[in-house]
């Protein structure tokens, strides 16, 4: 309790200017570098510089152009995504019924079992078709559906 006390009144204090050394020199060809790490074998001039914040711009202007990019939706950008919305339903209730008959396909394979043809009459399998069959239903169970 205390540690999230302590992060929250940090987190309330205004930010605080930084100063970081800055290294400046020249190169062979005479043009000038600025670097936060001291280059190896090199004459440098330190300097101490503020460092400000200066990727935050909190400008009128600045937030006219983001208003500008983040437009909200339109009325049919907002049609299409509740349709888009919708469709994905539909998709996730289809696919749940066909794990719901995959199980329990697989059920039936995994004991003793015969057919019906369209006449009525029955027929069985071989062991090693029930196993082939059961074990392709066991497949796509565990590819398609969240166990």
């Known amino acids: ?11 309330c204090l205004p930010a605080a200017p930084l ?24 004459k440098t001039k330190v300097e101490a510089r ?13 937030r006219e152009k983001l208003g500008k990019l983040f437009q909200p ?11 888009q919305a919708q469709q994905r339903q539909r998709d996730q209730l289809e696919r749940a019924q066909q794990c719901t008959e995959a199980r329990q396909q697989l059920l039936i394979l ?6 019906t043809r369209e006449d009525g009459s029955t027929y ?14 066991a497949a ?4 398609h559906c969240d166990l």
């Not at 999230?4 to 940090?10: D, F, H, I, M, N």
């Not at 069985?124 to 239903?137: F, G, N, W």
């Not at 796509?140 to 590819?143: D, G, Q, R, Y």
């Open 19 to 42: 100063v970081a050394e800055v290294y400046q020199w020249r190169d062979e060809q005479g043009r000038v570098h600025f670097s936060d790490r001291k280059p190896p074998d090199r």
């Open 50 to 62: 503020e460092v400000k914040v200066s990727n935050i711009d909190e400008s009128s202007a600045e």
């Open 110 to 115: 995994q004991g003793p079992v015969y057919f």
């Open 124 to 137: 069985t399998i071989s062991e090693a078709e029930r196993e082939q069959k059961a074990a392709a239903a």
């Open 73 to 83: 939706a339109t009325a049919a950008e907002q049609k299409l995504q509740r349709q």
């Open 1 to 11: 309790m205390s540690r999230q006390l302590l992060l929250a009144g940090l987190l």
């Open 140 to 143: 796509w169970i565990a590819s």
